[in-house]
C-alpha cells in the first residue's frame, strides 16, 4: 500500500465477502479480520487482496508452541530490521538519484542566469532518469490500479509528473522549447504563454523528489512510531536454565512446559510467568511497568516474565508460557489498540476512498475552466498539473494510526494499556471516576500499623511475643502482626505452646510466658482488663476503621496493635491528579462507612463521595446511578466482582496487579499496582486524542486551502509536491511528539 486509498479500497473489497468483517490500517500495514471459519479461509482473504492489486500473507505466529525447538532461536527482531531495510533500501537508492539530478534542473530553472545555450536539452537529460528511474514505484502502483478500474494518490503522481515530463518532450522536439538560446523565468504562480516555448522538467523532477523524500521520511517515521511495541516484544529472555532431575539443562525458552522449574540468577531476566519456589531477590520490573523502583519477591510470590532479578539467585515455577504471559497478552493488546479506528479516522477514510477520483475531475474541469477563460493552453494545463500534485489523501490516513501507534507504543512503555481508539474518545468525556477501596486505593491486604505499649512495657518485647504467636496461625490478621513484628525486631521465637481460640485470638507459651493475642473479650475470659489508656488506644483505633487486638502476658495487658489494609503511599498524590484533570473522585466499598471514610479522609476524598456496604453484585447499580444523573463515569478495580462494573462504566481502568477478569473487562490496563497510573493514563490518553484531532485539523485544513490555490493558479506544481510531502510528513512528525509523554 502506498497511501491511505490503497488501505481504503483493500478495506471495501473484504467487507464484501460474506461473513467477513475486516480493518486495514495504513500505518501498520495489517488487516484485522473476523470472518466464519467454515465460510471463509485465510487463503481466500489473500486471494482477494490479490485481486485487488496488492500483496498479503499470513503474519507468522509471534508465540510458537512450546514444542517447536527452534523458536527459542528467535529472530523477531533481525527479521524486523531486514523489512525495514529491504523497504528503505530501494527508496533511499531512487531518492538519492532524484535528489541528486533534480537538483541542477531546478537550479537551471530558477536561475536565468544558469541557462546557457542549449541548457535545456541538459535539464531533460538528466530529468529523465528521475521521472522514468525514480519515479517508477508511481507510475507502476498507478498502472496496477488502473487495470482494477480504481485510482490512487500514486495515479495523481504519475498522472502529474507523466503530463509534466510529456508536455516537455512536446515542446522541445515540437514546439519552440528546443532551439538554441531558449530562456524562461521560473514563476511560482502560473504564467499565461502559448506553451511552446515553455518545459516543465523542472516540475516533473522536482515533484518526484519531494514526494520521494516525504514517502522515505514517512517509512522512516512509521518504522520509529512503531519501534515500542517491537521493543516490548524483544524484552523476553531467550533461554532458561531448567532444573531436571537435579541437574541444569539450559534450553530456549519456547520448550518451557507449564510446571517446570527454572533457575535465575543475579542479572538474568525471568524466563516466564511463575511463583517463586526457592530463595528471595528484588525485581526490576521498570521494562513492563514503567516503575523504577525494584519488588522484593520471597518463596511464594508471583514474578513476571521479561522482568530483571536484581538480587539473589531464585527458583521459579513457570505458570504461565508463550501467549498466556503478561508480557505476551500485553502485547496484543497495544497491537489490537494499534489497529483499530476512532470514528474521525473513518471518516477520513470514506473521505480518502471517493478523493482520488473526485481530484481528477476537479484536475480536468480546471483545465476546462481556463481554457473556456482564454488563458492559453500552457496556463491551463500547469494549472491542472498542480491540482493533481498537490491533492494528498495520505495525510488524511496517517492522522490517527500515527498517532495511535506512538500514544499506545508509550504507554505500554510506562505500564499503561490502551485497549482501543475508542477509549480515547471515553477519557476526554469522563468527570467521575469511581475508585474500588480494597487492592486500589489500599494494598489489599493487612498491615501492621501501630504498636500501643502500657508503662514500663518495652515495644520490641511486645512484638516479639505476639509476633512469635500470631507467627503460628493463618489468619490475615495473625499475618499480619507476624510480618510487622518480623520487619521491626528480625528473627521471632518459637511458641512452645500453641492454641487457637475461634472468633476471639490465639493464646500460648513464649520464652516462659503465657501469651494472649486477640479481642479484648480473650482476656476478660482471663479477668485481665485493658487500663485506661490502652482502653482509649483501642477505641480510637476502631473509631479510625482499623482492627483493634490487645496483647497481655503473665496476667497483665501489655499492649494494644492496630491492624488495617493500609492505604498505599501514593494513593493521596494520585487523589489529587485526578483533581486536576477535572474529575470527581468517589470511594465505593463493601466495607463498613467507619472504614471507608476513614480511608476517604487520608487520601482527601470527602465523606460525601464516599459510598460504603455495597455488595459486589450491587457495584454496576452503583455505576448505573451516576450515569442516570448525566456523568460520564470512569473506573479503577482490580478484583472479579470489580469486572462488571469496569465494563458498565464509560471508561474501565483494571490494576494490572489484579484478576484476569478485571483486566478483561477494563479499558486501560495499568501494569503497576499505583493508583497514580490511573491519572497518567488519562493523560496520556486524552494528549494521543488531542493529537488525533490536530493531525485531522491540518490534514483536511490543508487540502481545503491547497485545492483552491492550485486551481486558482497561485501555485506551480513544484510547489505544490513540496506542499503534498510537507504535509505527511508534518503529521507523522507531530504524532511523534508523544514518544516524549512522561508520567508525572
Known amino acids: ?62 508465540h510458537p508452541e512450546p514444542d517447536d525447538r527452534d523458536a527459542g532461536e528467535s529472530t523477531d527482531a533481525k527479521a524486523a530490521e531486514d ?113 511552446a516555448g515553455n518545459i516543465y522538467l523542472e516540475a516533473a523532477a522536482g515533484v518526484t523528489a519531494f514526494i520521494l523524500a516525504g514517502r522515505y521520511f514517512e517509512v522512516r517515521s512509521k518504522r520509529k512510531a512503531g519501534a515500542a511495541l517491537r521493543t516490548l516484544l524483544e524484552l523476553g529472555a531467550k533461554h532458561v536454565t531448567v532444573l531436571r532431575d537435579g541437574r541444569e539443562v539450559t534450553v530456549p525458552t519456547s520448550r518451557l512446559r507449564v510446571g517446570d522449574t527454572f533457575l535465575v540468577r543475579p542479572g538474568e531476566k525471568i ?69 483499530g479506528k476512532a470514528a474521525a479516522q473513518r471518516l477520513a477514510d470514506r473521505i480518502s476512498a471517493v478523493f482520488v477520483p ?74 467521575t471516576i469511581v475508585l474500588d477501596k480494597t487492592g486500589t486505593v489500599t494494598t489489599g491486604r493487612m498491615t501492621l500499623l501501630a504498636t500501643h505499649s502500657s508503662a514500663g512495657t518495652d515495644e520490641t518485647e511486645v512484638l516479639r511475643l505476639a509476633g512469635a504467636l500470631e507467627h503460628a496461625s493463618e489468619h490475615p490478621i495473625a499475618r499480619a502482626v507476624a510480618e510487622g513484628a518480623a520487619e521491626r525486631v528480625g528473627t521471632l521465637p518459637v511458641p512452645a505452646d500453641f492454641a487457637n481460640v475461634p472468633g476471639l485470638g490465639v493464646q500460648g507459651v513464649v520464652e516462659g510466658h503465657a501469651v494472649l493475642v486477640g479481642r479484648a473479650k480473650l482476656l476478660a475470659q482471663w479477668e485481665i482488663h485493658l487500663p485506661e489508656a490502652l482502653e482509649r488506644r483501642k477505641t480510637d483505633a476502631e473509631a479510625a476503621g482499623r482492627t483493634a487486638i490487645a496483647v497481655a502476658w503473665d496476667g497483665e495487658a501489655r499492649a494494644v496493635l492496630e491492624v488495617a489494609d493500609a492505604v498505599k503511599e501514593t494513593s493521596p498524590e494520585a487523589i489529587r491528579r485526578l483533581r486536576a484533570l477535572g474529575m470527581t473522585p468517589i470511594l465505593l466499598t463493601g466495607d463498613n462507612r467507619t472504614v471507608a471514610e476513614a480511608v476517604a479522609a487520608e487520601v482527601g476524598i470527602d465523606a460525601g ?67 497514580r497510573a490511573a491519572a497518567d493514563a488519562i493523560r496520556l490518553a486524552r494528549r494521543t486524542l488531542g493529537t488525533i484531532k490536530g493531525n485531522l485539523f491540518w490534514a483536511f485544513g490543508y487540502n481545503v486551502a491547497a485545492l483552491p490555490l492550485a486551481a486558482a493558479g497561485f501555485l506551480s506544481p513544484m510547489i505544490a509536491g513540496a506542499a503534498m510531502a510537507f504535509s505527511s510528513v508534518f503529521v507523522v512528525g507531530n504524532s511523534l511528539r508523544l514518544r516524549s509523554f512522561k508520567a508525572s
Not at 398 to 406: C, K, N, R
Open 1 to 62: 500500500m502506498t497511501c491511505a486509498s490503497c488501505a481504503a479500497r483493500i478495506e471495501k473489497k473484504l467487507n464484501r465477502m460474506d461473513g467477513v468483517e475486516a480493518t486495514v490500517n495504513y500505518a501498520t500495514e495489517k488487516a484485522k479480520v473476523s470472518y466464519r471459519g467454515e465460510d471463509v479461509a485465510v487463503q481466500d482473504l489473500i486471494a482477494t487482496v490479490e485481486a485487488t492489486g496488492y500483496t498479503a500473507q499470513e503474519p507468522a505466529p509471534r
Open 83 to 195: 523489512a525495514e531495510d529491504a523497504e528503505l533500501r530501494p527508496l533511499r537508492q531512487r531518492l538519492t538519484t532524484a535528489v541528486i539530478l533534480s537538483v541542477p534542473v531546478i537550479a537551471m530553472a530558477m536561475i536565468p542566469a544558469l541557462q546557457f545555450d542549449n541548457w535545456q536539452w541538459l535539464s531533460l537529460t538528466l530529468a529523465a532518469p528521475v521521472v522514468t528511474y525514480a519515479g517508477w514505484p508511481f507510475h507502476r502502483a498507478a498502472w496496477v490500479n488502473a487495470r482494477h478500474g480504481a485510482a490512487t494518490m500514486d495515479t495523481l503522481i504519475s498522472v502529474g509528473t507523466s503530463a509534466a515530463f510529456l508536455w516537455s518532450l512536446w515542446a522541445l522536439f515540437f514546439g519552440t522549447a528546443g532551439m538554441s538560446g531558449m530562456v524562461h523565468p521560473f514563476e511560482l504562480t502560473i504564467a499565461r504563454t502559448d506553451g
Open 271 to 339: 524466563a516466564t510467568d511463575g511463583t517463586v519456589v526457592e530463595g528471595s531477590s528484588a525485581i526490576d520490573a521498570s521494562m513492563l511497568t514503567g516503575e523504577s523502583v525494584p519488588v522484593e519477591v520471597s518463596v511464594g510470590d508471583p514474578v513476571t516474565g521479561a522482568t530483571l532479578n536484581a538480587g539473589g539467585r531464585i527458583v521459579v515455577e513457570a505458570t504461565r508460557i508463550g501467549s498466556d504471559t503478561q508480557l505476551a497478552r500485553m502485547a496484543r493488546m497495544v497491537e489490537d489498540a494499534q489497529n
Open 358 to 431: 473526485v481530484v481528477i475531475v476537479l484536475a480536468l474541469g480546471t483545465l476546462g475552466v481556463w481554457l473556456a477563460l482564454g488563458a492559453g493552453l500552457t496556463a491551463a494545463f500547469t494549472a491542472a498539473v498542480a491540482v493533481l500534485i498537490i491533492a494528498c489523501p495520505c495525510a488524511l490516513g496517517l492522522a490517527t494510526p500515527t498517532a495511535l501507534m506512538v500514544g499506545t507504543g508509550r504507554g505500554a512503555q510506562l505500564g499503561i494499556l490502551i485497549k482501543g481508539p475508542e477509549v480515547l474518545e471515553s477519557t476526554r468525556r469522563a468527570d
Open 609 to 675: 463521595q464516599v459510598i460504603a456496604e455495597v455488595m459486589p453484585q450491587d457495584k454496576v447499580d452503583v455505576i448505573k446511578k451516576l450515569q442516570a444523573e448525566g456523568r460520564s463515569v470512569a473506573m479503577v478495580g482490580d478484583g472479579v466482582n470489580d469486572a462488571a462494573a469496569l465494563a458498565q462504566a464509560d471508561l474501565g481502568l483494571a490494576m494490572g496487579t489484579g484478576t484476569d477478569a478485571a483486566i478483561e473487562a477494563g479499558d486501560l490496563t495499568l501494569v503497576r499496582g499505583d493508583l
